[in-house]
């Protein structure tokens, strides 16, 4: 299929469907409207194709090619050799075979790694191909998002490899006539017709002026990034029940931002844009009538606007010598500002129920939840501004509408920007009893009114090649991270949330669709801002699953298969592959370090865990058996013996339930935690509470390393022969001193004799088993060993000191 972009306002690139095989003669190229001939049309050299599209064909050669600098996402080879791995020599297969390794030389006077090999080596007839370059350490070295050849199949993006599209298929070409802003062309070549896809040309247009509505002492400056508009406004007023709009002209300070300055502090007004720009193809969505709310406005009255000016001078960030935790010392909670207030019983009124006032006064409570278990960092669900119609709905905030205003909805006086104040005084109050603040982001789509669409469609927004919006979000549009200003709004917002309110660190929500290469530029510009910033990614979206590539990364990443593996080892089904994988932090394949793995067995999405692994009937967990109860037991025994940063849900700790269903995202009856489950449950709750407060012990120290030495001498593993019950000794090598630990499990109705010879287990003190915990040591031990044999009952485990 024929394609074609506008690489700038002068040149193109026309990608034909087939290679053209006519040496003396050149592609002709029509563009509409007005037919006219492109000029100065040349071929593409073919290692500039192949840069983009990792190979090329020469006669009857095939060359392979991995150049790191111009790869999209920069990884570092370190040294690793790197092999062609694809469906023409059995992926795995080609790992350490010498025949498929790219050798570092300069072909056609570029530095890169390049294997040539004859075309029938790989290619056979009518068969098309995909491949990818690896590691001999197995790090897959992933293509490029907008490589030209790049295919999305079964969550893996490879390169493709066709016979007829084999880099003779690609020219420069010139514009017959001047443009000024990108718009909808055409292109047509013997027969095939095509839009000339502009979007490249439109991402060079970025600015590095200040942004938003910038108040001086004696001046107000509105300032907008809208590439493609031809007429912008802004409207201002300053009494929201009775406003008086005052409307002015904007006017173009570069070839890209709008700005209007205006003579006085308007601290405390509310303001909104209008934009008119060109509708005529389907990337483009403007509408003159439509008021945005500014993407930078710090403060919004709701999620349609308007926004509101705040002179930060008037309020500034508490003072505060709060230092978040090392990574290995973090043990976080997962929680929603509503879930936690809406049923405790400490009294507030119904308005500070609903919010950050009420989480300020709940927190400074002695006896408050999250105190009682012992956590030192709190992952909040969204807080930025999203989408609601009324305050009182309940919303998990996965539906971003700005990202500098903390919610209007968790506000007492919205329209007075208190939630400015209110969210100041949270994060300070959260400080205060030492513990650290994470907050859930979500970059990878909007929610509704989407703003952003009203000011450039086709720039914030990945688009197919009919101008449809992508969903790999689920979420019906998918943000170009990539965009430079859409990066640059991310990492602003990021930063504000931490130089404003003091917020330690984010977990951001489908983190595979901003991409590697977003995610690296995030890290840098966050850890020169804040080195102590906590990153965490979720790996993975609707359409890949990145969490080997953070592996070179600073980012830590939620752990899906820890959650899946564990919900499977308690009821039996497990392995000790698993058991020593995630014992020792996901260490031998996807981690560099240890905390880089959040180890968790329930989030907010999904079944929650008592739902999951319950005996009852349709997932029902609200009356768990004693079965259910020591499974849970088991589960955070295993959790906190773990290296990684160990996760909780809200109230997972005395056995939450929601009935079964598995999306609750509005379902506040169901989230909401019922805090006499607690007491119900008070048992499970202690048993928690108790391992949190061992691992952060010096005793647990062995279990927060920093970084292990030697996996193979740090951890010594004991399996049973039929079964997956397994048995550990953490710093066996006494590398982290003198303190070890022997932990013990059997998740199987049977009873095991664990073989256990060499340990002296007289030398150790028991202090936990499945039921109980006491760090003095337990009165009478629940488990027997004998003979170098250790007796481990149905659904039982044991932890001791030495």
């Known amino acids: 299929m024929l394609k074609a972009y506008w690489q700038n306002a002068e040149e193109g690139i026309a990608v034909l469907s087939r290679d053209w095989t006519t040496p003396d003669t050149l592609p002709e190229f029509l563009i509409y409207p007005g037919k006219q001939k492109a000029k100065e049309i040349t071929r593409v050299p073919l290692i500039e194709f192949a840069q983009r599209s990792g190979y090329f064909r020469e006669g009857e050669d095939l060359t392979f090619i991995f150049e790191p600098k111009s790869a999209h996402l920069g990884q570092k080879i370190n040294g690793e050799r790197i092999y062609v791995s694809g469906s023409f020599n059995g992926w795995d297969e080609a790992i350490n075979n010498p025949k498929w390794e790219l050798k570092r030389q300069e072909v056609e006077g570029l530095s890169c790694y390049a294997l040539t090999l004859p075309w029938e080596e790989c290619y056979d007839v009518g068969e098309v191909h995909r ?10 070295l992933e293509v490029p998002v907008d490589a030209p050849n790049a295919v999305v199949e079964d969550n893996n993006r490879n390169y493709e490899l066709r016979a007829m599209r084999t880099g003779h298929h690609m020219f420069y070409f010139k514009a017959p006539f001047k443009q000024d802003i990108p718009k909808a062309m055409e292109l047509v070549c013997q027969k095939e017709r095509c839009h000339i896809d502009y979007t490249p040309w439109l991402l060079n247009y970025k600015t590095d002026l200040p942004l938003g509505a910038i108040v001086e002492e004696n001046e107000t400056v509105f300032r907008l990034f809208a590439p493609r508009a031809i007429m912008a406004k802004v409207i201002f007023y300053e009494d929201l029940e009775y406003p008086d709009e005052q409307t002015c002209s904007m006017v173009k300070v570069d070839d890209c931002t709008w700005e209007y300055k ?23 969505h403007f509408s003159s009538n439509f008021k945005i709310l500014d993407p930078y406005a710090k403060a919004t009255v709701c999620a349609s606007g308007p926004g509101i000016i705040v002179d930060f001078k008037k309020n500034p960030k508490p003072e505060s010598s709060y230092q978040p935790p090392a990574w290995d010392d973090l043990i976080i909670l997962e929680a929603h500002v509503r879930d936690l207030l ?7 009124t119904k308005d500070e129920r609903l919010g950050f006032t009420g989480l300020s006064q709940w927190i400074h409570t002695d006896d408050n939840y999250i105190r009682q278990l012992g956590v030192n960092a709190v992952e909040f669900q969204p807080v930025q501004e999203f989408e609601y119609t009324k305050i009182e709905e309940y919303h998990w905030g996965y539906m971003p509408v700005n990202y500098f205003s903390p919610s209007s909805a968790y506000a007492e006086h919205p329209g007075r920007a208190s939630q400015v104040k209110e969210f100041q005084n949270v994060v300070k109050a959260f400080h205060d009893r030492g513990i650290a603040v994470i907050l859930d982001v979500v970059y990878n789509h909007v929610g509704d009114p989407n ?6 469609k086709q720039y914030y927004f990945e688009t197919t090649e009919k101008g449809d919006l992508y969903n790999y979000s689920g979420c019906g549009n998918d943000l170009r991270a990539r965009a430079p200003m859409a ?18 660190g984010f977990r951001f929500d489908l983190a595979e669709l901003l991409g590697v290469d977003v995610l690296k530029d995030i890290e840098a510009a966050l850890k020169k801002a804040k080195p102590s910033a906590i990153l965490i990614a979720e790996p993975w979206s609707f359409r890949a699953h990145i969490a080997h590539m953070l592996r070179p990364t600073g980012f830590a990443f939620w752990n899906s298969a820890f959650r899946e593996y564990f919900k499977q080892y308690v009821q039996g089904d497990g392995n000790h592959e698993g058991f020593r994988y995630f014992i020792k932090g996901s260490l031998d394949f996807l981690t560099r370090f240890p ?27 609200m009356n768990p058996t004693m079965l259910d109860q020591r499974r849970t037991h088991l589960m955070v025994a295993f959790l906190m013996m773990s290296l990684g940063i160990p996760m909780i849900s809200e109230g997972q700790d005395f056995l939450k339930s929601k009935q079964g269903v598995n999306n609750t995202y509005q379902r506040g009856d169901l989230n909401a935690l019922n805090f006499h489950r607690l007491i119900q449950f008070a048992d499970t709750h202690d048993y928690f509470r108790r391992w949190i407060r061992f691992r952060l012990s010096d005793k647990g120290k062995v279990l927060r390393p920093g970084n292990v030495a030697n996996l193979d001498t740090y951890f010594q593993f004991f399996h049973a022969t039929e079964k997956s019950a397994s048995a550990v000794i953490v710093n066996s090598d006494q590398s982290l001193g003198e303190t070890q630990l022997f932990f013990a499990i059997n998740p199987h109705a049977d009873e095991v004799w664990l073989d256990i010879d060499g340990t002296d287990l007289a030398t150790y003190t028991q202090i936990a088993d499945h039921a109980r915990f006491n760090d003095q040591g337990l009165h009478t031990g629940s488990l027997l060993w004998h003979a170098g044999k250790l007796h481990l009952p149905p659904n039982s485990c044991g932890l001791w000191v030495k």
């Open 131 to 140: 491949f990818k370059f690896v590691t001999n350490a197995k790090d897959w």
């Open 487 to 504: 990066k640059r709004l991310i990492i602003d917002s990021l930063i504000h949330f931490m130089e404003v309110y003091g917020v330690d």
């Open 262 to 284: 205006h003579k006085g502090n308007l601290d405390g007004w509310y303001y909104y844009y209008q934009i008119t720009g060109l509708n005529k193809d389907d990337f483009s």
């Open 451 to 456: 703003h952003l669409l009203y000011i450039d």
């Open 342 to 348: 809406a049923k405790d019983r400490i009294e507030l």
């Open 595 to 621: 905390s880089q793995s959040v180890n968790y067995s329930e989030s907010h999405d999904d079944r929650c865990w008592i739902d999951s692994i319950t005996q009852n009937a349709d997932h029902n967990g």
